[in-house]
């Protein structure tokens, strides 16, 4: 089938110690996004990519930066955590932006800070 | 800008029996597409249900279809029947076009279903 892999499903890091989270899509999708979920609260967009095209949220934070090396393959870098960066990461495809299409998730990648 | 605005925080629901969910938004666009997305407590959102702001008949979806009342800014979600497996937090979300491409989430409203 296809879908939206994100790994790990968990991750603990240490405060400061950068950390790479992982996203692939086998739905051949034009668009991927980043979102960050706090606990009971909606999603909120970090950035996303128009095919190679970087489009950053701005109140993203600097810490945070992506990379999408093909179609397939999206990555989230956190150059520096803080306690307030614990979450659940989601990474999303669609195929193309805008009302019409709708955003295909993966299961999250739920990220400790100690 | 967007905005969706879920009132119910919460809902405790008999199974077996029909729910509405409320969701109403804002936007100055012509042209907009409203989702539905269900999360269990594993994380991950699914999709359930898509209606666009100029299609005439409610959406439908197996168990799920959407009350789209375009002029009173509604598109609430039905789920009828409801079954244990339907209990999760529920997002009503929507994208527009021309910068509004992104999707606005509302805050959700959690759903228990009581057996």
């Known amino acids: 089938d296809a879908m939206v892999i994100q790994n790990p499903r968990y991750q603990v890091t240490q405060f400061g110690k950068p950390v790479t989270l992982s996203c692939s899509q086998t739905?051949?999708?034009?668009?991927m996004y980043w979102y960050q979920q706090k606990s009971s609260q909606a999603p909120k967009l970090l950035f996303h990519y128009y095919d190679k095209d970087f489009n950053n949220e701005a109140d993203t934070p600097d810490n945070f930066q992506s990379r999408r090396p093909n179609t397939s393959f999206c990555f989230l870098d956190i150059r520096s955590p803080g306690l307030g960066d614990a979450a659940m990461y989601l990474c999303?495809?669609?195929?193309?932006?805008?009302?019409?299409?709708?955003?295909?998730f993966g299961p999250g990648t739920r990220l400790t800070v100690t | 800008a967007q905005k969706i605005t879920q009132t119910q925080p919460g809902m405790f629901v008999q199974e077996k029996e029909a729910v509405t969910l409320d969701c109403t938004y804002d936007?100055?666009?012509?042209?907009?597409?409203l989702f539905w997305y269900k999360q269990p407590s594993s994380g991950e959102m699914i999709f359930l249900i898509y209606q666009g702001s100029y299609d005439e008949q409610n959406a439908t979806e197996g168990r799920y279809s959407l009350n789209f009342q375009k002029a009173r800014k509604s598109a609430n979600l039905v789920i009828s029947a409801s079954q244990l497996g339907d209990s999760a937090m529920y997002f009503c979300?929507?994208?527009?076009?021309?910068?509004?491409?992104?999707?606005?989430f509302g805050t959700g409203t959690r759903l228990t279903i009581i057996p």
């Open positions: 936007t100055s666009d012509q042209s907009y597409g």
């Open positions: 979300a929507m994208s527009g076009y021309f910068g509004n491409e992104k999707l606005t």
């Open positions: 999303a495809t669609s195929r193309d932006r805008g009302a019409g299409y709708e955003q295909y």
């Open positions: 739905l051949n999708h034009n668009v």
